[in-house]
């Protein structure tokens, strides 16, 4: 299967600083690039889904002013947790599909843990 | 509001037997139907996936496709108590993919 990375695999600062998460796709072209978080003992939720090189689309109820998403490239897309704070703790899973792949298969990366003081 | 329904669980299921796993799905227009397991504290990763209805086996692994009834089922043969995870099934229909819940499976030694 294809290869996604994620850089920092954990992080820790402090509440008011923003801390920014990369997804890169090792050995493909990703399209299509998912962010999700997922909190202890809960399922997978998706925060927004970006595509290379247009504006990312975020589910409701996600701030984008807060969780800014850039996919410049087909091979990396980046998270930016801006003013973090206590609640925003958690697991930050990205995943990564293209559309030359069978039915949007998604590959998912190691995931960040995030922890705001 | 299409959805994506697990048992939560947790099911146990003794070292060697078979574990069963179903989800149901709402939308009749799903398409691929994917199997993903995940260990705590990591990222899930894919197990299985399907797209045609019947039975498609891989290893100790099949997973089932009953799309008039809307549903999809995995089945681990010969468990192991390495099996134990959530395990997690996805659907995509119109270019969405909708996750389940997830069910937490235990193998008992």
């Known amino acids: 299967g294809a290869v996604v990375s994620q850089h920092p695999s954990w992080v820790i600062c402090k509440s008011g600083t923003s801390v920014k998460i990369e997804c890169r796709s090792l050995d493909f072209q990703a399209t299509t690039m998912f962010w999700y978080r997922q909190f202890p003992k809960q399922s997978l939720m998706l925060m927004a889904t970006?595509?290379?090189?247009?504006?990312?689309?975020?589910e409701q109820g996600v701030e984008k002013d807060k969780f800014l998403i850039n996919h410049a490239s087909l091979t990396l897309s980046t998270l930016t947790v801006t003013s973090a704070h206590p609640e925003d703790s958690s697991f930050y899973i990205c995943?990564?599909?293209?559309?030359?792949?069978?039915?949007?298969?998604?590959?998912f990366g190691p995931g960040t843990r995030l922890t705001v003081l | 509001q299409k959805e994506v329904e697990q048992n939560s669980g947790p099911l146990s299921v003794p070292e060697g037997a078979i574990a069963s796993l179903n989800c149901t799905y709402s939308d009749r227009g799903s398409q691929s139907f994917f199997w993903y397991r995940q260990y705590s504290g990591k990222s899930p990763e894919l197990i299985m996936s399907i797209y045609s209805n019947g039975d498609k086996e891989d290893g100790r692994f099949t997973a089932q496709l009953n799309k008039a009834s809307q549903y999809v089922s995995l089945l681990i043969r010969d468990s192991q108590p390495s099996d134990s995870a959530t395990y997690l099934c996805?659907?995509?229909?119109?270019?969405?993919?909708?996750w389940g819940a997830g069910t937490k499976l235990i193998i008992k030694p």
């Open positions: 996805a659907v995509i229909g119109n270019y969405q993919l909708i």
């Open positions: 995943s990564a599909s293209s559309v030359t792949r069978e039915d949007n298969e998604q590959f």
């Open positions: 970006s595509n290379e090189g247009s504006k990312a689309t975020y």
